[in-house]
């Protein structure tokens, strides 16, 4: 089946510890994207990916990294510079790409809970 | 200020009740428009999007959902909710001048009574 997954399900971050999130997709999407959901807040859009090795900033870049070095993986790694991090984090996926049209639909993966302990 | 706005937090409506959940955006253009629902835990699913054309878009699940350009409003509505329609619902847009990005009003809870 097809379709986008991430890992892990539940997180747990201590004091000045980096984490990463996985996310992958293997739908043959060119687009991906991280978006964080805060409980009142719906999403917001940390990073996405048009293409490979190539990815721009979001609305609330700062705290966050990512790499896109293959299509099929896009993750997210959590920096301590990030001071706030508790919150669910989804991947999404849409073709994107020359193959796509502007708003194809997005693709959601299950979601990572991040907790600080 | 560009926006999307979903004026009800939360509502709660009794099995087989008819049911409207409302989107209304600020953006200077008619953007493209999608209604997303999340169960608990979860990521999101898309139940149906508009782009042009017929004004009244069907989706899954028994929703459809009525642009009206002069209310800037894209409310999402269906007939008789089930107990399993309880969920978070995302209205989102897309400009047409940057279709990198989807943004998403806050959502609304939809709590469904017995």
């Known amino acids: 089946d097809g379709g986008i997954t991430q890992s892990p399900k539940y997180l747990f971050r201590k004091e000045g510890q980096n984490v990463t999130l996985s996310c992958e997709q293997n739908?043959?999407?060119?687009?991906m994207y991280w978006y964080r959901q805060d409980p009142g807040q719906g999403l917001r859009l940390i990073y996405y990916?048009?293409?490979?090795?190539?990815?721009q900033k979001g609305d609330i870049a700062e705290g966050y990294s990512v790499s896109r070095e293959k299509k099929e993986s896009f993750p997210l790694t959590v920096t301590s510079a990030q001071k706030n991090p508790t919150a669910f984090y989804l991947c999404?996926?849409?073709?994107?790409?020359?193959?796509?049209?502007?708003?194809?639909?997005?693709?959601f993966g299950p979601g990572t809970r991040l907790l600080v302990l | 200020a560009q926006s999307v706005t979903q004026p009800d937090i939360h509502i709660t409506v009794s099995e087989g009740a008819s049911l409207e959940l409302r989107c209304n955006y600020s953006?200077?253009?008619?953007?493209?428009l999608f209604w997303y629902v999340q169960s608990p835990g979860q990521g999101l699913q898309l139940l149906l999007k508009?782009?042009?054309?017929?004004?009244l878009v069907q989706g899954i699940k028994g929703f459809e959902a009525e642009f009206k350009r002069s209310q800037s409003s894209f409310n999402l509505r269906k007939p008789s909710v089930h107990w399993s329609d309880a969920a978070e619902y995302f209205c989102?847009?897309?400009?047409?001048?940057?279709?990198?990005?989807?943004?998403f009003g806050p959502g609304t809870s939809l709590s469904v009574i017995p």
């Open positions: 508009y782009f042009s054309g017929d004004t």
């Open positions: 953006y200077g253009a008619t953007p493209y």
């Open positions: 990916s048009q293409i490979v090795n190539d990815f």
């Open positions: 989102a847009v897309a400009l047409k001048t940057s279709y990198d990005k989807v943004i």
């Open positions: 999404a996926s849409s073709i994107g790409g020359a193959g796509g049209r502007p708003q194809e639909t997005q693709y």
């Open positions: 739908l043959n999407h060119d687009a």
